[in-house]
């Protein structure tokens, strides 16, 4: 199996900086603010989502779970 390491990897090694857990956070909010982009969510420039994996695993589950909605957010919120 084949998967974009951005998509499925996000190391914490260090307490600061570089492969902190900070950046593990902003990759999963990245990965999730993309699957909100292709469900057609319209997301504000700040706004921070984070996805449960109890709602969807995938792009393909999210854009299922959301059909039929127009949503706009523009702040932080937690899909769960």
Known sequence: MEVLREEEFSPVKN???IDSP?????ALLQLHRRWLREAGI???PEARVEISPL????????????????WT???DLYLG
Do not use: C, F, H
Not at 22 to 26: K, L, V, Y
Not at 63 to 68: E, F, I, Y
């Open 15 to 17: 307490r600061e900086g």
């Open 22 to 26: 900070a950046t593990a956070q902003a």
């Open 42 to 44: 319209d997301l504000g």
């Open 55 to 70: 709602l969807a695993l995938d792009p393909e589950e999210l854009r299922q779970k959301l059909k039929g909605r127009s």
């Open 73 to 75: 957010i523009q702040g």
